[in-house]
């Protein structure tokens, strides 16, 4: 007697294995891309934070009460504008110290042939990776050095 055989029953089981290779596959290239892109956005959340902290210290630095220059007590100044841009910082759960906030009140602005004089405010944050495993195929992403910047023009003039 010949025996028959069923190749439709021989194929599934093969299919079978071959779906759970294919679905491992997928699922660990859309988790890595889902925390790729989860990692990506918190780096642009904190570089958005600084450019805003920045803000907020140039515009603070440009009032005439917080001229370096005329101050009786400049370093108490400087100390009240960096102090300014690290508690802005700290609502958003980013640690910064104040040397990490640079003032320049002399900051030369051309608006067609006249220069006027502004207040530039640079903050730099070391930034450690969420995901680390994620970017570990590159060597170089351990930290991120972050920089937000922002110029205000003065209200006051030397």
């Given at each position: ?13 093969r ?21 790729g892109?989860?990692e ?23 009032n005439?009460?917080?001229q ?7 370093a ?7 102090d300014r ?17 640079v003032?320049?009140?002399a ?17 730099t ?34």
């Amino acid at each position: 007697m010949k025996r028959v055989i069923n190749l439709k029953q021989r194929t599934g089981c093969r299919q079978k294995g071959t779906v759970a290779v294919e679905m491992a596959i997928a699922v660990t290239l859309l988790a890595t891309l889902l925390l790729g892109v989860m990692e990506v956005g918190s780096i642009v959340h904190d570089y958005q934070v600084l450019q805003n902290a920045a803000r907020e210290g140039a515009r603070f630095s440009a009032n005439p009460a917080n001229q370096l220059s005329t101050s009786q007590d400049p370093a108490g100044s400087l100390a009240t504008i960096q102090d300014r841009v690290v508690a802005y910082l700290q609502n958003e759960n980013i640690t910064v110290a104040e040397g990490n906030v640079v003032v320049d009140q002399a900051y030369p602005i051309q608006i067609g042939s006249l220069t006027v004089w502004g207040s530039h405010v640079t903050v730099t944050y070391s930034r450690s990776l969420i995901f680390p495993g994620v970017t570990s195929f590159i060597p170089s992403l351990g930290t991120l050095q972050l920089s937000g910047s922002a110029v205000f023009r003065n209200f006051y003039f030397d």
